[in-house]
């Protein structure tokens, strides 16, 4: 029996949160939320697990080690959130309304670097750090539906 086979749940002192403006399109959530968590996953290598293999020996990319939590809420609760994500320097990715005009990574970051930070339209923000301290960034959200 493989010790990744052990019935014992795992338990994380740390939390993967993805905030969604509420007012979103579904295919935009989806859009959103995959962009934010790729940044994750680059730059804080300890959110990432082993590599998957099947019962063939066919091997697959390693995914995050610990569930990523989906929450919404308004405007006023993101930007808010957004503040708060940067006051405490916790590693986080952000996602604006500009970036649904644009299709490339270079423009992405042209369209976010061309807007001061008090001013950015967040849509999304994606957030890693210990329980307490997400949980405080992303205060008066609620989970996805």
Known sequence: MSTDTIAEPMRFDTKIAVLLREDLEPWQRL??????????????????????????????????????????????????????????????????????????DRDNRAAVRAVATAELDVVGLAVYGPKNGVDKVIKGARMHP
């Open 31 to 104: 859009n959103v939320t995959s962009f934010l968590v790729s940044g994750l996953g680059t730059q804080v290598p300890e959110v990432i697990g082993e590599p998957y293999e099947d019962a063939d020996g066919v091997r697959y990319l390693p995914m995050f080690r610990q569930p990523v939590l989906v929450f919404e809420a308004t405007k006023e609760t993101l930007t808010a959130a957004h503040a708060r994500v940067l006051s405490r320097a916790l590693p986080r990715a952000v996602f604006t309304s500009d970036l649904f005009g644009t299709g490339n």
